[in-house]
């Protein structure tokens, strides 16, 4: 990656470490190096508030250039740091809720005289506004992400099952680019690659905040598709995430085994209003909660409150950031007064569970620009009659 | 689950926590949920030493049964087990190398008179050997995982890059039933599936301390296949994980397109000389580190020592224990002085790189018996020539 935009990245970072009287940062987890290198390497790099940012790297073991230098473990960073003149911190930030416990306190014993603090959620603030090339990279994933949607029709026969389908569906995210890794923060959510709920299992309950869940095909990993075999009269919401750049994309589509009930039309119907509406009122200075109570109103108006973001479990969100990771900063939730900045890309979700039935609305991503919203992920959003 | 295995599981446990004076455990990652409670959920289990286990649950919202109980937050802990009347933890342990440093940090508030200990070791050390119903798994397992496998040369044709063919591979596996999440010990690696190396690409350092890494196709995720077109001459390994019922079963196999060079039949052939050496010795009481020796000695003599485990970047190990994730105890390594016990599942990986060529060698997956080994991972272990 060009120097000039991890400068950027980095600065972002930095200005945000000057206002909370930080003056470096020890960045060492994937998505964080991503983020600030580049890439993912094993190894630290060191970021000074007023000082060029220096990578000390285990492996791999042919990575070189100004300011690389390799290390074997911890313990010799702060030698490393006296060794090559780098300014040593008074206090100094570690990734805090993404680090192990066990690490975090090696780490800090390698700095015995330095205040330590958590710069997890200082690093995902300057991650949720992004940068022009990673809208840019959002952009094309959205479109490669489209055209992999747009050959499901043709991987679809009658009588597959929900398994069978999504793996043809996941192929198809692959072959259009998909690095297929699933990156969430924190350490509780796992999914692989994404969805296929069909029918009554979108009705299921997930151990996480998913607005749709599916019980899973085994309970060592309880989401998504079970089995179901894809039947007349039923819907079905293909949700896979997008990484095809390291970014992920997030896009759902409805598709119907024939024809639906006139209610599942009018309930999706009532998503793409709501996204509709909620698209119409974004913009720089909107408040989160103001989204999703916008959304709330169109839903109850519809008749479709107890139905929205699932049905006895609910997801109490209709959108959230995205970026390196599926769930970023913002969230539009109740309760959240953070203001939309130009910049932030966030994926927006308004569904609907019907029982015997199956899953109806939309996802797609979007980038709040000056003064208003730019979608990512152009692609049809009827329910696709199979 | 059955409630005997998961009582088995947790007495593992329970007889390590009495060696060490510890009479609770919190547990609440994914893979020790799966280990003691036989699924995931978003909750934490709570172990008592002389006390059935309780769970309390966060998601999803329709667990019930003897013993199980819902929670908000963790701070609810310890009002539920006194109103519960569970015995209360002098020396309580937490998942310390798994659990993100703030959560660590907030849990441990929750119990504030008592003596928090690190129970990660502990655990891995009592999944490390396995049950029969586990073992049992990794059978079945491995029936699938060779069924995957003895199909890829229908889906190879001329002309595909290693991605094409590792997507095509990717697809046979799922559709065998492989869940797909590759569980990995500890923040750092990352891989998805698996992973397809052709030619030189196996030769390129990775991020992690893999016997053979590859570039990748993107920085985000630099392992495994890079877009190398599939050439005569050359070989190919196919390393994916299994994950069939939950357990990272571990195999690869080597391809060739056309005829290779003699050397590398030698070369090939030499690790199959190591595996069949190291079956022969391995049982339980064997010293790790001897089991690494014996392979060291086996390519020394050989002549391939240069090009064994990596070239350039070496793996540090010959073979790793295997079960929930891919990398469990015990490790077959230098100066490990871990002795093999009845029950004991891993993999054992000696592989030959020759530039030019391409990654040789063999991966299985075996357990340890009451007086030697099985293997776990049966299908044809010559170069397939397509």
């Known amino acids: 990656m060009l120097l000039p935009e991890l400068k950027q990245r980095r600065d972002k970072i930095r200005v945000l ?11 060492t987890c994937n998505v964080n190096l991503i983020y600030t290198y ?58 805090g809720d993404e680090l192990p416990y066990t690490e975090y306190i090696r780490l800090a014993a390698c700095f015995p005289d330095v205040s330590l603090v958590n710069g997890t959620p200082l690093i995902r603030q300057a991650r949720s506004t992004k940068t022009p090339l990673e809208i840019e990279l959002f952009r094309r994933s959205g479109i490669a992400h489209a055209k992999a949607y747009e050959q499901i029709p043709a991987v679809y026969s009658p009588g597959m099952t929900d398994r069978q389908l999504s793996i043809e569906i996941e192929r198809l995210m692959r072959l259009e680019g998909c690095l297929g890794i699933f990156r969430i923060f924190g350490r509780s959510m796992e999914i692989f690659m994404g ?20 019980e899973g095909a085994d309970p060592s990993i309880p989401v998504g598709a079970n089995g179901t075999v894809l039947e007349t009269g039923q819907s079905f919401m293909v949700d896979m995430g997008g990484n095809f750049y390291g970014y992920m994309g997030d896009m759902s589509r409805v598709f119907s085994i024939g024809k639906l009930s006139e209610k ?32 709330l109103n169109v839903v109850t108006k519809a008749g479709f409150v107890d139905y929205f973001m699932g049905v006895g479990q609910k997801a109490k969100f209709i959108g959230h950031g995205i970026g390196l990771e599926i769930n970023e900063m913002p969230v539009l939730a109740p309760r959240m007064k953070q203001e939309l900045e130009p910049g932030m890309v966030f994926a927006l979700e308004p569904k609907i ?34």
Chains 1, 2 share one sequence.
């Open 17 to 27: 470490m000057a206002q909370q009287g930080i003056d470096a940062a020890l960045i």
């Open 38 to 95: 580049g890439r993912v390497v094993s190894g630290y790099l060191y970021l000074p508030l007023n000082a060029p940012a220096h990578l000390f790297v285990k492996r791999p073991n042919n990575i070189e250039g100004e300011h690389i230098h390799p290390i074997g473990k911890p313990e010799q960073l702060l030698d490393l740091l006296k060794e090559f003149q780098l300014p040593l911190p008074s206090t100094l930030m570690l990734e």
């Open 195 to 214: 969805s296929l709920l069909a029918g009554d299992n979108a009705v299921a309950p997930s151990p996480y905040d998913f607005a749709l869940g599916g």
């Open 264 to 295: 599942a039309y009018a309930a999706h119907q009532t998503c793409l209003e709501v996204q509709d509406e909620i698209a119409e009122k974004t913009k720089p200075g909107v408040v989160c909660e103001e989204l999703y109570n916008t959304a």
């Open 353 to 386: 569970v019907l029982p015997g039935v199956g899953p109806l609305g939309v996802e797609n991503s979007w980038v709040v620009t000056a003064d208003g919203v730019e979608k990512l992920t152009i692609c049809k959003e009827e329910i696709i009659e199979l």
